[in-house]
């Protein structure tokens, strides 16, 4: 049984690193662009609720941040066993098919097709044959995938009610 090398464990934030800078620099604006687009291709969905700031991206991507240096730090810690970082690693390599499900599904460009073959989908397979080739025992968490959308979605929301405008006070009253 190898030791896993730091590339595997803290690859996982470098890779999020470079992947999240593509989606930080075109998110925002992508979806101010495209949202008409959007709207008369797909009707049916909410896209109100996908209106997003830049600033709103930042305090997402800075959130996420610590998800995943939290998730490369336990991997680090546990050579790689720990089922927080293969759950989050899972979650990364998901989340780079998810990207190019989207692209296919506009027929074009949405923040985060780039990086998603390029880094996401080869660091996500390197990584799990470094472990495997390691002795890792490599558990299949349908959990931690599962958690996958629900970690997405609570980043995007805390991120939502920490960049709303806040309520002025006028004569010592909220409104």
Do not use: C
Request: no cysteine; glycine share 12%.
């Amino acid at each position: 049984m190898g030791e896993v090398p730091a590339t595997v464990t803290w690859g996982l934030l470098a890779a999020w690193a470079v992947h999240d800078a593509e989606e930080l620099a075109t998110m925002a604006a992508w979806m101010r662009e495209n949202r008409a687009q959007l709207e008369e291709r797909f009707p049916r969905v909410p896209w109100g609720r996908f209106e997003l700031s830049q600033k709103q991206v930042n305090v997402a991507i800075g959130l996420m941040a610590g998800v995943i240096a939290g998730a490369a730090a336990d991997g680090a810690r546990t050579g790689g066993r720990s089922p927080v970082f293969q759950s989050v690693l899972a979650g990364f390599g998901l989340h780079g098919l998810v990207h190019l499900a989207q692209a296919a599904i506009v027929r074009g460009y949405t923040p985060g097709v780039v990086t998603s073959p390029l880094m996401v989908l080869p660091f996500s397979v390197w990584a799990w044959r470094r472990l495997k080739a390691a002795g890792v025992p490599v558990r299949g968490s349908a959990a931690g995938l599962m958690a996958f959308p629900a970690v997405v979605g609570g980043v995007h929301a805390l991120a939502r009610l920490a960049t709303r405008p806040r309520k002025a006070r006028v004569s010592g009253r909220w409104f």
